[in-house]
């Protein structure tokens, strides 16, 4: 279409139009868009876990050695005078030497007991290196693999050697001796931590790494030749973890400013804020505050662990800034190592940034190993500087008048930012400086409340967010808080807990040791919490029980299960699905938990949720129940009834609307049929024999009017199709190539031709590996076997034929799998055929002759089934089919299976009837056709390989599941505040939407302006190709320049403007169905494609005709028990976009409805009449369905009354079937039906009889009804298509195809109008598909 250009660009019409699109389209809901259909239902990947610290460490000794021979100067340092004096904060010279040596030693002792007060101290104070030597392997030994720290003081003796040699004494202090820093190492061993305050200390540092590294060479060498003289010497510890903190660089002396001390190193290390003060004071900006001198900071009031107190102040607000300093400059690893790892390593580290920031100011460069990045010019210690001059500021009113002290705003200011940055915050921007702040924070009560909620905020960034948190440290902070009984934290906490627990579900373990699962235990359990936190507290306790027994043991003594199930009906859905999910994993595998449900009668309460209108609570529910059912302890026959109870009550869910709920019944189901597994195998091997039994009534190959072609093959003959997801390939196994392939299997032991039908083979597993199934599964049972056993059982003998006992609970379920593996969406069937098979392979694994002499007894156990009273039931061996099966089998003798070509007839054990009615299996199949084995299995030891169920990927496991909760766990990890894209009206999502919307509108405005002028002529070809297959139904789509082509079981998409093939794929419906209906849902936004097929089942695709591949969104049984057949009508559907309902029917007596929000039936509407519905025409405004019937019957339904009298009109004026019935849309719209003899009738709804009748063609095979333009159009057997207005006039008449020489159209098998333009499609049964439109002059 050639929109009109002055029209496109009049603002006027422009307004109009976004006032029209803002109006309809805006307002309309969307179907089958929720997550659950847009991801694949799977849990998040889970993260590295690098926050949880491997090795925690502690120093647990420390080793001090002083050199200092106070009142002698070293040679090799030229003093200047005055010099810097002070160590440990004492002037040596103002007491004799030995007091001073002692008093500093126990100085030093008490500075670094500030920082760790549980380790052993040992002193050394002028030491020899045989004292050394003693200290540090007796530390060594004491400390086992823990931490040792060397702090060495060496101010009395010369600078360390190039050599790498520091120096001690000789026993009368007359000599420097050399010590050997490779035999410190030894000694020393690791980890250990080595502090050097001496000029020149750079030196110790590089000598250090090289006798490190001569280690490793040596230990390498000793590792690869055992011979080598250095193996057999004891190994030296490799020094890998190792940490040495240095004064200085190697080239440089230490600062001898006489008013800093001497060991300025240890004093910023050990006395940070003492020394911070200081050296504040004598800088140039202390000038600006006034009254604060050098003797005022002594007298600073508070201790430095009180925070309430300035120095506890300054002590947390110093630790806050160096922490964060490093954890923005460090790389994460290191970060975690050095200020994580060990508290005393970790205090170290945040004083050595200071040093560097003093000592640099003095030209001194403190070194590290390992080293760190420069720090000294972060903009964080402005920060401190400003902290420090409001405190001293202070000072003097404080100490001269005690006036009260003024907390600092630096956590307050801190918070603020933090609050800022997370307003912008995103992934790919760096993350927040004052994380670490926040985790300070935390400690203090006063802005607790804040922080926490800050916190939370960030966490709900997303699973990066929760890792940098827990990088930071923040666990063991909010593990404390759980202990907290202020209820205002409650729901911040449960929040921040959630968050971790969805991204890392391995801290379960540490919430149960800290009694933690009792805090949300409270929480769900108090009905004035409101519903979203109690959701999140739920959700924690999932993950506490989820695969771990001490969790589970736990929260059953909390009492979860009774306060899980006054929960189910709670009107919030979130919190129902995740209270049947904590359910389902508090009795996985664990009984005890499982008989506490049991007295509490879980299993009924939670019957309630399997009809929940949202389909992931009705999952959860399914899980909840599988997993309940699913408990391996003993049986009693009490379970056993309970557990038949649940199977029963989980059948119902057979035809959900939802294929996640489907996935989880068949998981569920399988855990019952692992459960009873012997009883399953039994009922395997009767339906196995049954349907060799028993030839299907195969749809007639008749003609039919509506589609000319012969359906192709029939379903005896096996076809495999792709199941994992239907390519594009369509699966072309024609009747041809397949025998083909069959004559060269040998299904036969001794060797010798086979004489086969198709039927036998079907089952046979090596038949499907040599066709090559698309992934190499090889099943015992085909899809083709199963499916023929669905139906067989559906309207066989059967019943009679298994008799009382196994018309059980077993037959039942078992035919439930049969249904579901036959599910239109290929998960569903995948994992129901997992489970047949593994059922199949077991029974025919027992039912083998071998196994059973060998062990002596008959197989199988009896049904655990409380009814059983000892029907005895014997089987055929699977002989070909016998007149004489179905009556002689229960009575008490063996029928013998038929010999052939002179062969022995197989001998079976006697059968002796046991007690329970216990059922032997066909325990020999004729030798001739050996129908579940892989190849001959005369030889054992080949079969048994080749039998190992291990070896089996097709075959299900015990712990079978559908990612559900893992995928239900993924909400609580993505953003829950952020507002949602289609929301933000700066996304690309929301400006795409509102282009289709104002495009929407140009459609409807201009198609408008050319109906309404009136259409006089309809013959125009505006484009004509040949379709893949016959058309049988066409569908345009409202806004697209797009049309939708089924042929049998794949669907064409054709672009009409650039008349271009868009996409060509399957459907995926088996061999014996057809599509009969198709229908567009938001067709006004993001497309989806429905269509139908007359075995009932309903498939939604999208990414059709956009270069993608085509996926299924969707799939469901429409409509049950619909046999296919040639003649019917299939299956008729209409949509309501506005309510999201879809109306059901076709060869069945009922119109079903579907809500495709809840994904469930909600309203079966009987027709009242004994022939097949052809077309349904619903009116959402006035709730009515109008529906044409085969008997030539229009019929009228309220949907708003009760089945008994919704039916509020029926017109019988047709005697023939009726081609379509069309219900108009406005207020006084009539039905316009027209019947296969052409005659036209209009009816008003409130009289009973036509108002108007208009004869048309005879011989109609299509008919359509333009809704805007009052046209109809009739396609005829007769090869032609006529064209009429509403006066019954015929405006065209088309015969002939424009150009192909005009050749003749086909016989038409399908027409559609567009429901806007004045646009006919047309396909016909020579595979050709055109479109004609009014003439050009009109366009």
Not at 464 to 491: D, N
Request: glycine content about 6%.
């Amino acid at each position: 279409m050639k929109m009109d250009s002055e029209l496109l660009h009049s603002p006027a019409v422009c307004l109009a139009e976004e006032e029209e699109a803002d109006m309809s389209d805006w307002n309309l809901p969307l179907a089958f868009m929720k997550k659950r259909h847009s991801e694949k239902i799977e849990g998040s990947k889970a993260l590295a876990q690098s926050w949880r610290m491997k090795d925690r460490m502690k120093t647990v000794s420390v080793a001090l050695v002083l050199c200092l021979n106070v009142g002698v100067d070293p040679p090799d340092v030229v003093k200047t005078s005055p010099c810097a004096r002070l160590e440990c904060w004492i002037d040596p010279l103002s007491m004799s030497p030995q007091k001073a040596l002692e008093t500093i030693g126990a100085n030093l002792q008490k500075q670094y007991e500030n920082w760790q007060p549980r380790a052993r101290y040992k002193q050394s104070l002028d030491p020899t290196v045989d004292e050394v030597k003693k200290l540090c392997t007796s530390l060594r030994r004491n400390a086992k693999e823990e931490r040792v720290l060397f702090h060495y003081n060496g101010h009395g003796v010369p600078r360390p050697t190039v050599n790498g040699e520091i120096w001690v004494f000789n026993k009368n202090y007359t000599q420097y001796i050399p010590l050997s820093v490779y035999d410190l190492q030894t000694w020393m061993g690791s980890p250990s931590i080595f502090v050097y305050d001496c000029s020149n200390a750079g030196i110790i540092v590089k000598s250090f790494k090289q006798f490190a590294l001569q280690r490793e060479q040596e230990l390498e060498v000793a590792a690869i030749n055992p011979n080598h003289p250095l193996a057999q010497m004891p190994l030296p510890p490799s020094m890998k973890n190792c940490i040495q903190l240095a004064a200085c660089e190697a080239s440089e002396l230490l600062p001898m400013n006489p008013d800093l001390p001497a060991d300025l190193f240890t004093s910023c290390l050990t006395t940070p804020i003492k020394i911070a003060l200081r050296w504040f004071c004598m800088q140039k900006s202390a000038k600006l505050v006034p009254g604060v001198t050098l003797d005022l900071i002594e007298k600073i009031p508070g201790r430095l662990n009180d925070r309430r107190t300035p120095l506890g102040e300054l002590n947390w607000i110093f630790t806050a800034i160096t922490d964060t300093i490093a954890w923005n400059v460090l790389p994460r690893d290191l970060f975690q190592k050095l200020f994580r790892q060990d508290l005393l390593v970790a205090s170290l580290f945040r004083n050595f940034l200071l040093a560097e920031r003093i000592m640099r100011s003095y030209n001194c460069t403190p070194v590290s190993s390992p080293r760190l990045p420069p720090t000294y010019m972060h903009a964080m210690w402005q920060a401190w500087d400003l902290a420090v001059d409001i405190c001293l500021s202070q000072l003097p009113t404080i100490i001269e008048e005690g006036t009260a002290f003024r907390h600092s705003p630096f956590f307050a200011e801190q918070l603020t930012a933090f609050q800022v940055w997370l307003t912008m915050g995103v992934e790919n921007r760096n993350p927040p400086e004052q994380l670490p702040i926040v985790l300070q924070v935390l400690l203090s009560q006063v802005h607790r409340l804040r922080a926490l909620d800050l916190l939370g905020r960030f966490l709900d960034l997303g699973p990066w967010a929760v890792s940098l948190a827990l990088s930071v440290g923040i666990f063991p902070y909010v593990l404390k808080l759980l202990q907290s009984s202020a209820r205002e934290l409650r729901p911040l906490l449960v929040f921040i807990w959630a968050k971790i627990l969805a991204v890392d579900s391995s801290c379960q373990a540490d919430l149960v040791k800290d009694n933690g699962h009792k805090y949300f235990l409270s929480v769900l359990a108090d009905p004035y919490m409101p519903a979203e936190h109690r959701t999140m507290a739920v959700f924690i306790l999932a993950v506490i029980v989820n695969s771990y027994t001490t969790g589970q043991e736990a929260c059953l003594q909390g009492n979860l299960i009774a306060i899980c199930l006054e929960q189910l009906s709670d009107p919030h859905p979130l919190l129902r699905q995740w209270v049947a999910i904590c359910l389902g994993r508090i009795w996985q595998n664990f009984d005890s938990a499982r008989w506490c449900g049991v007295r509490d009668s879980a299993h009924e309460k939670l019957y309630s949720l399997l009809s929940d209108p949202i389909p992931e609570v009705r999952c959860a529910a399914v899980f909840a129940l599988g997993t309940f059912v699913g408990n391996s302890a003993e049986r009693t026959d009490h379970s056993t009834t309970i557990d038949h109870n649940v199977a029963m009550m989980l059948a119902q869910l057979i035809n959900d609307g939802s294929p996640v709920v489907r996935k989880e019944l068949v998981v569920a189901l399988s855990h019952l049929v692992v459960q009873y597994e012997s009883n399953f195998c039994t009922v395997a091997l009767q339906f196995m024999e049954e349907e060799k039994n028993y030839t299907v009534p195969s749809p007639a190959n008749t003609l039919e009017p509506c589609n000319l072609t012969p359906v192709r093959d029939s379903p005896a003959i096996p076809r495999l199709r792709s199941v994992n997801s239907y390519t594009n390939i369509r699966a072309a196994t024609t009747a041809r190539n397949l025998n083909k392939s069959l004559q060269n299997l040998n299904l036969n032991e001794e060797g010798g031709p086979v004489a086969f039908s198709p039927g036998n083979l079907s089952t046979s597993s090596s038949a499907s590996s040599t066709l090559g199934s698309p992934d190499n599964d090889e099943y015992i049972l085909s899809f083709e076997t199963i499916d023929k056993m669905r139906r067989v059982s559906s309207y066989s003998s059967l019943n009679s034929l298994i008799g009382v006992s196994f018309n059980s609970v077993y037959t039942q379920i078992w035919r439930v799998l049969l249904h579901l593996a036959a599910d239109p969406f290929p998960e569903v069937s995948d994992l129901a055929m997992k489970v047949l098979n593994s059922i199949a392979y077991k029974a025919t694994m027992n039912a083998r002759p071998q196994r059973i002499l060998d062990s002596g007894s008959l197989t199988q156990s009896a049904p655990a089934s409380p009814t059983s009273k000892g029907a005895h039931i014997l089987q055929a061996g699977g002989s070909p089919p016998m007149p004489s099966a179905s009556s002689s089998s229960l009575t008490n003798e063996v029928p013998k299976p038929p010999t052939r070509g002179g062969e022995q007839p197989p001998t079976r054990p006697p059968y002796t009837p046991t007690l329970g009615g216990q059922a032997p299996h066909s325990h020999q199949f004729p030798r001739t056709r050996k129908m579940f084995d892989k190849g001959p299995s005369g030889s054992e030891q080949a079969g048994d390989d080749a039998d190992d169920p291990g070896g089996h990927k097709a075959y299900m496991n015990a712990n079978l599941s559908t990612g559900l909760c893992d995928w239900s766990a993924k909400y609580f990890a993505q953003p829950v505040m952020k507002i949602p894209e289609e929301h933000d009206v700066e996304s690309q999502v929301r400006k795409e939407r509102e282009w289709r919307f104002l495009r929407n509108a140009r459609v409807r405005k201009q198609s408008q302006r050319i109906t309404q002028r009136g259409v006089t002529r309809l013959d125009d070809q505006i484009f004509i190709n040949r379709n893949p297959g016959v058309p049988s139904v066409v569908k345009f789509h409202p806004f697209n320049p797009c049309i939708a082509v089924a042929d049998k079981d794949s669907i064409c998409f054709w672009d009409w403007e650039k008349a271009e093939r868009l996409d060509y794929f399957y459907n995926g419906n088996p061999r014996y169905t057809r599509i009969t209906a198709m229908e567009y849902l938001n067709g006004h936004d993001y497309s989806l494609l429905l269509t139908a097929t007359d075995d009932g089942a309903l498939r939604i695709w999208k990414n059709f005709a956009d270069q993608r591949n085509p996926e299924m969104v969707t799939a469901w049984q429409g409509l049950s028990d619909m046999l296919p057949t040639t003649r019917g009508a299939g299956m008729v559907v209409d949509w309501e976009q506005e309510t999201g309902l879809l109306m059901t029917s076709g060869d069945v007596r009922v119109i079903r409805i579907w809500d495709t929000e809840r994904e469930m039936k909600v309203q079966d509407i009987p027709t009242g009449a004994d022939s097949c519905v052809t077309c349904l025409s619903c009116d959402s405004q006035r709730s009515l369905i109008a529906a044409g019937l085969g008997d030539g019957s229009v019929r009228l339904y309220d949907r708003r009354m009760g089945a008994n009298e919704c039916r509020v009109m029926t017109y019988r004026e047709h005697s023939s079937w009726v081609v379509k019935a069309h219900l108009q849309k406005q207020t006084d719209g009539k039905i316009i039906s027209v019947s296969v003899d052409g005659d036209v009738r209009f009816f008003e709804l409130r009289s009973p009889d036509s108002v108007n009748v208009l004869q048309t063609v005879k011989g109609l095979t299509a008919l359509d009804i333009h809704p805007q333009a009052n046209l109809f159009a009739c396609g005829s057997m007769n090869q032609f298509i006529a064209v009429y207005n509403s006066n019954g006039d015929v405006i065209s008449n088309i015969k002939y195809y424009d150009g192909f020489m005009g050749q003749r159209i086909g016989a038409i098998s399908c027409l559609a109008f567009h429901p806007y333009w004045p646009h006919l499609a047309v396909g016909s049964n020579d595979y050709y598909m055109s479109i004609y439109s009014a003439e050009k002059r009109l366009r």
